[in-house]
T-cell receptor, first 114, second 109 residues
Framework: ETGVTQSPTHLIKTRGQQVTLRCSSQ?????VSWYQQALGQGPQFIFQ???????GRGNFPPRFSGLQFPNYSSELNVNALELDDSALYLC?????????????FGPGTRLTVT | GQSLEQPSEVTAVEGAIVQINCTYQ??????LSWYQQHDGGAPTFLSY????GLEETGRFSSFLSRSDSYGYLLLQELQMKDSASYFC??????????FGAGTRLFVKA
């Protein structure tokens, strides 16, 4: 069983630029959620995709957008980067057909905005 | 607003038992999860409670009281490798999970 993978591991961008982060879900999972984790804080929910549709969103502006593909891999896109976007971005896959809210996290992408 | 409260830090001795509490105030509640995160690592799932009571998984147990909006994670026979951050998280329904700020556990020899 393949775990959740993310790419790239680290990324440095300049304010105003755009970035795309990628996530490959665990085999058999149909749901992916994206989180932003600032240093010393808990993960903050960005949005969730289920079968290629966004079905839940946290308090993040529209410049945070995403996609889920038929193979359940996913992308997080952030436009017009701001300094406060510097954080660890985590994706988590799960199977929404099960009753337990058990999410499997990838290792994350560390984004630095300068 | 929606919030989860947990202690910021807990210190315990190797071999001891430690309890990490979590109180929550959310607009919806489907269940309470616990995750462990080592420095530089990804959160890993520990347990999930949807109903009141105690769930046991090896050295870890988790408890939920829905009427009190309260839960805890109990770690027994502490080991040095248990030093990590522990997060409680509420599935609020509406396909959204809210995490607490985390409790940093230090295990001393």
């Amino acid at each position: 069983e393949t775990g959740v993978t993310q790419s790239p591991t680290h990324l440095i961008k300049t304010r105003g630029q755009q970035v795309t982060l990628r996530c490959s879900s665990q085999s058999g999972h149909n749901t992916v959620s994206w989180y932003q984790q600032a240093l010393g804080q808990g993960p903050q929910f960005i949005f969730q995709y289920y079968r290629e549709e966004e079905n839940g969103r946290g308090n993040f502006p529209p410049r945070f957008s995403g996609l889920q593909f038929p193979n359940y891999s996913s992308e997080l896109n952030v436009n017009a980067l701001e300094l406060d976007d510097s954080a660890l971005y985590l994706c988590a896959s799960s199977n929404s057909d099960r009753s337990r809210d058990e999410q499997y996290f990838g290792p994350g992408t560390r984004l630095t905005v300068t | 607003g929606q919030s989860l409260e947990q202690p910021s830090e807990v210190t315990a001795v190797e071999g001891a038992i430690v309890q990490i509490n979590c109180t929550y105030q959310t607009s919806g509640f489907y269940g309470l999860s616990w995750y462990q995160q080592h420095d530089g690592g990804a959160p890993t799932f520990l347990s999930y409670n949807a109903l009141d009571g105690l769930e046991e998984t090896g050295r870890f147990s988790s408890f939920l009281s829905r009427s009190d909006s309260y839960g805890y994670l109990l770690l027994q026979e502490l080991q040095m490798k248990d030093s990590a951050s522990y997060f409680c998280a509420v599935n609020t329904g509406g396909f959204k999970t809210i995490f607490g700020a985390g409790t940093r556990l230090f295990v001393k020899a």
